[in-house]
């Protein structure tokens, strides 16, 4: 070993928090933009029609020029997706707390949920409208079988995933079932739960716009529906770029939320 | 109410009484047709510090959950000062430790050491509970960390709150399954230090499960040698080393005598044995 001091070491990587930041996310904005405008320039280099593929300024304009129309249409899917996810986790947690909770009614429950789960949800969206008529309860029908699932599945894993000793120590000092299902069982699913919830999030979106599909009067799955019939296409794309946002909305609010109600868990420790 | 101040030093002479708190006669243990334990006879005296070492899979573990009440045995019965291990546990006297500390990681240090005392003791109000939580972190020398969660502590921080769960319930044994065999040599070493300072203030009865030689000789008063198929206890030794010991007890050519004699012993045990 030498004394003198190193002073030609390059400086190390990620040393700031900021490059941190940006370093994850600039890579995706530049993939983005690069894309658009790739997508502009072979739209007017190959003369493409405009109901056939609309350039991005195409949509740009068609989000400006119906915007109070679709402001009104990401409220009315917006607000349809709320209360659908609202419903499938309560429900999504009532269905894993009574599976977990009595035995041999879960032993009756849960092969009908997984034989329900390989049912295509999508083709129930027209026998709802025959139920539920044309205004928000088809919808909620829908988004519900789509999105309680993941939220049922991933609670009962955590509720499941509780180690043995832990439960011998409740057992040993009397702990009754249902102390060991509210103290322990369920904050011990919130993490998994809380996973669950995030992937119900995005297929609320998806149950929110098929059930639009199939029959609606408002929303963002029947403008996308009536501009197609008028060869809107733009107006399609518009409609589009709305949902994503609406779904990206949702996931983060969902990513937000666990933050909140789960600061101990695993993924959040620094170690 | 339950909760009475830890003894001082000195109050209870542990080791002057010779009745025996825990005695086991003729256990046997079947498990998948298996014979995990054969004819186990073992007496803990009261105030003991007992420690139970063999090979893996000579049925120690099995041996220590029969002791708890979690492991039924097949033949042969426990009692603990008299009662069923069942019913020694439901009323407090069984204190549990294994080789996961197993807090809540939604809870913090004190709530997790007052867990078990919680639903144990329904009379119990929060802040009595949080008062004894903070009262047994104390005595396991983590009196400044009771509002950490489980992922600020470190691992022997958090198997150190395990033991303050156990003795909260005022137990009158403490039945420890490897509680420090996830941990480095260096805290393992000073835990179990604590330890001997936590059996001589409380005057607790310790089973302690372990397949360290040098914590069995540096803990324990007597230490028992498990042999496998099936799982039997082979020999006895007890160890006369005098208390307060601590980490200068391996320098004792006693205890270097010792080690020798419980690793021949252990060597022995590896053997399969018959009808012995």
């Known amino acids: 070993m030498s004394d003198q001091p190193i002073t030609d070491l390059p400086e190390p990587r990620l040393a700031s928090s900021w490059s941190a930041a940006t370093g994850s996310w600039l890579p995706a904005v530049i993939l983005l933009l690069v894309t658009i405008v790739a997508w502009e320039a072979a739209v007017r280099i190959f003369a493409i029609s405009a109901f056939i593929i609309p350039a991005p300024s195409e949509i740009a304009k068609s989000l400006v020029a119906q915007w109070g129309t679709l402001m009104q249409a990401t409220l009315v899917t917006a607000g349809e997706i709320l209360f659908g996810f609202l419903v499938s986790v309560v429900v999504g947690i009532a269905i894993a707390l009574v599976i977990v909770r009595f035995d041999w009614l879960g032993r009756a429950l849960y092969p009908l949920v997984v034989l329900f789960q390989n049912v295509p949800k999508v083709a129930l969206a027209p026998i709802f409208i025959l139920w539920f008529g044309y205004g928000l309860a088809p919808k909620i029908g829908l988004i519900l079988v789509i999105a309680f699932f993941p939220v049922t599945l991933s609670m009962l894993a955590g509720m499941q995933s509780v180690d043995r000793s832990l439960l011998s120590l409740m057992n040993s000092v009397g702990a009754s079932p249902t102390q060991i299902l509210f103290r322990i069982r369920v904050p011990h699913s919130l993490p998994n739960l809380m996973a669950g919830t995030k992937i119900a999030a995005t297929l609320s979106v998806i149950g929110a716009i098929v059930g639009e599909f199939a029959g609606a009067s408002d929303g963002l799955g029947y403008v996308i529906q009536f501009a197609s019939t008028q060869l809107d296409t733009a107006l399609v794309f518009a409609a589009l770029l709305l949902v994503s946002v609406l779904g990206i909305a949702f996931y983060y609010a969902a990513e937000i939320l666990e933050r909140i109600v789960v600061p101990w868990a695993p993924k959040f420790s620094q170690s | ?276």
Request: positive net charge; aromatic residues 2%.
């Open chain 2, 1 to 276: 109410m339950r909760i009475e101040t830890i003894r001082a030093a000195g109050d209870r002479p542990a080791h002057i009484r010779h009745d025996n708190l825990i005695s086991a006669k003729g256990v046997s243990v079947v498990i998948a047709r298996q014979l995990i334990l054969s004819n186990i006879d073992l007496s803990v005296p009261k105030g003991s510090f007992v420690s139970l070492i063999g090979p893996s899979g000579c049925g120690k573990s099995t041996l220590l959950k029969v002791l708890a009440g979690l492991v039924q045995p097949t033949q042969g019965s426990v009692a603990i000062a008299g009662l069923a291990p069942v019913e020694a546990a439901r009323k407090c006297m069984i204190g549990l430790v294994f080789q996961d500390a197993n807090l809540l990681p939604w809870k913090n240090a004190v709530d997790n050491a007052s867990l078990l005392l919680g639903i144990a003791d329904k009379s119990l109000s929060r802040s009595d509970l949080r008062a004894r939580g903070q009262e047994m972190l104390e005595l396991v020398g983590l009196g400044d960390s009771a509002h950490k969660r489980p992922n600020e502590l470190s691992g022997g921080m958090r198997q150190r709150v395990a033991i303050a769960r156990a003795l909260a319930l005022d137990p009158a044994v403490l039945l420890m399954d490897e509680p420090f065999g996830a941990l480095d040599a260096i805290t393992r070493d000073s835990m179990g230090q604590s330890l001997l300072e936590i059996w001589q203030r409380t005057g607790k009865t310790i089973v302690l499960v372990t397949h360290s030689i040098d914590e069995a000789i540096h803990l324990s008063r007597h230490v028992h040698v498990l042999g496998i198929k099936p799982g039997r206890i082979t020999e006895s030794l007890d160890i006369a080393l005098p208390y307060p010991r601590d980490l200068s007890v391996s320098e004792d050519p006693e205890f270097v005598r010792l080690v020798v004699q419980l690793r021949t012993m252990l060597r022995s045990s590896h053997q399969p044995g018959g009808a012995s």
